[in-house]
């Protein structure tokens, strides 16, 4: 229950300031002997009165605690060095920040720091698009935080900015695309990407549709973006969106219909950016608002297709994303940035195989030539890629007793041949046993099984300039 207003009739007028609240709180004999806290912990109390508004104050899940009290803050530390030494936990994930004070977080990692407790991940949920009050609660934690602590731990905010951005480019037609380079905490506030997590879904997303939706259509265009573009922050998947929606409408209705598992196409964007994105020092967006770099357009429109160069990643080259979110075919002449190499004749190759060609050349006015399907995306790498896209999800469909059968996922049309490899026991040596075709992404290996030994299989792909990549390895018995 919230009190908004309390209306007296002989001074006519509210007087929801005089309201005066009081808890009767006790936690004060817990099982565990530890943790005791009463109503002075939670607002109000003797030392902080409030009519219990807005969003520091309200009592949207019951008395909040009152962070401010020392005893309330110490035990609230004593309890995640407790969840750290006792349970293992290495990340925190703090929900609805905007409800209780940045010093707090700032004086909790001073403290574990102090005692040698520097988590991976730090991150807050502010459930808002407003990107300078994201932004403003990191450099607020920061700025309680010491030096020393600011060195070991980088306090992150989840991008719901750049999220919803990218729900409408997939879901609402109308909506112009290039907003999304406009969208992120970064590129809004110039906050680094150390300090904030991209995503695409949640849990809290259940409407059926607006801002509190999940996305509908096609989302893996929006996981494209964010795990090809690391300056925005770092990326997570939520795991509906790689595992499947369960089918049940009537206990889950906001879920979206239709959607197949994105497991495949995720690994395989994981895979570029582990190859050629990550490290990456710059993103230069081609196609965006006011953009110096010509573009020519015989199918599609700007407005519906997000196109940018990373610089400085993994392997050293330059890299060429394209998202079209148009229901028609992208026909564009791009302008791109001539660095590291890149000049007219310049080749890249489309290492995941959705575009019509194989590989775009650099013309004379500085531009390649991409041809993408509607609702696709594809990745151009300058020169012969260094690394194929490795099959991914290599499957033991069945071991009888004189035959194995498997099955996997080709990444890309691109690679030369594939290799199906055995060893047999964890410290034999690989073998050549096969060379599928192409077209094939299945394969049985007739085989005398012999009890008490273990066999492995991968399969490799090799491209056009004989380098290689392996897919996950699978095993029986």
């Given amino acids: 229950m919230r009190i908004y207003g309390i209306w007296s009739g002989p001074r006519n007028t509210d007087i929801i300031n005089d309201l005066v609240c009081q808890s009767y709180t006790d936690f004060s004999s817990l099982p565990s002997g ?12 003797l030392d902080n009165s409030t009519g219990l508004t807005g969003d520091w104050d309200n009592p949207y899940f019951f008395y909040d605690y009152d962070q401010y009290e020392n005893d309330t803050k110490q035990k609230l530390i004593d309890w995640t060095k407790w969840n750290w030494e006792n349970v293992g936990v290495r990340g925190l994930r703090m929900d609805a920040v905007k409800h209780f004070t940045p010093e707090f977080v700032g004086d909790m990692l001073d403290s574990l720091h102090a005692r040698g407790m520097d988590p991976g991940l730090v991150v807050g949920e502010w459930f808002s698009s407003n990107t300078t009050e994201l932004s403003g609660w990191v450099n607020n934690v920061l700025n309680y935080m010491q030096p020393a602590t600011k060195i070991a731990i980088s306090p992150r905010i989840f991008d719901f900015s750049l999220r919803d951005n990218l729900r409408q480019s997939c879901d609402n037609p109308g909506f112009d695309v290039r907003n999304v380079f406009q969208g992120s905490i970064v590129d ?69 219909a239709g959607l197949s598992p994105l497991k495949n196409e995720i690994n395989k964007l994981i895979q570029l950016n582990s190859t050629y994105i ?47 979110f148009s229901g028609s075919t992208l026909k564009v002449d791009q302008g791109i940035k001539l660095v590291n190499g890149l000049a007219a004749g310049s080749e890249l190759y489309d290492i995941v ?59 890309s049309p691109n690679e030369s041949k594939f290799i199906l490899e055995r060893k047999i026991n964890a410290g034999g040596k690989w073998i050549k046993i096969a060379s599928p075709a192409r077209d094939h992404e ?8 012999i009890q008490g030994t273990k066999y492995f299989y991968r399969i490799r792909a090799v491209n056009a300039a004989g380098s290689s990549g392996n897919s996950n390895e699978v095993s029986f018995p």
């Avoid at 943790?35 to 109390?45: H, T």
């Avoid at 929006?222 to 925005?232: D, H, I, Q, S």
């Avoid at 993103?283 to 199918?299: H, K």
């Avoid at 519906?304 to 392997?315: E, F, R």
Wanted: overall charge neutral.
């Fill in 442 to 449: 299945n394969y049985t290996n007739k085989i005398k099984i």
């Fill in 34 to 45: 530890q943790g005791s806290m009463n109503w002075a912990n939670f607002k109000p109390n």
């Fill in 353 to 411: 195989g959705n575009s019509a060609w194989d590989y775009a050349v650099v013309n004379e006015s500085n531009q390649i030539y991409i041809d993408l399907p509607p609702r696709s995306w594809s990745v151009w790498v300058q020169s012969k890629p260094l690394k194929p896209l490795a099959p991914s999800s290599l499957n033991l469909v069945s071991a009888g007793s004189n035959k194995v059968s498997l099955s996997w996922t080709d990444n």
């Fill in 188 to 256: 809004a506030s110039g906050l680094s990407g150390f300090n904030v997590v991209t995503f695409l879904n949640n849990h809290d997303f259940r409407d059926k549709s607006g801002s509190n939706s999940l996305v509908h259509y096609d989302p893996i265009l929006g996981y494209a973006y964010l795990l090809t573009n690391n300056k925005v922050g770092l990326p997570c998947v939520f795991y509906p969106d790689y595992y499947g929606y369960p089918d049940n409408a009537a206990t889950y209705p906001y879920f979206p």
């Fill in 278 to 324: 990550f490290g990456s020092t710059s993103v230069e967006y081609l196609n965006r608002f006011s953009t110096p770099y010509s573009a020519n357009y015989t199918s599609g429109s700007a407005d519906k297709a997000l196109i940018y160069q990373v610089s400085g990643g993994a392997s050293g080259k330059e890299v060429i994303v394209a998202i079209n």
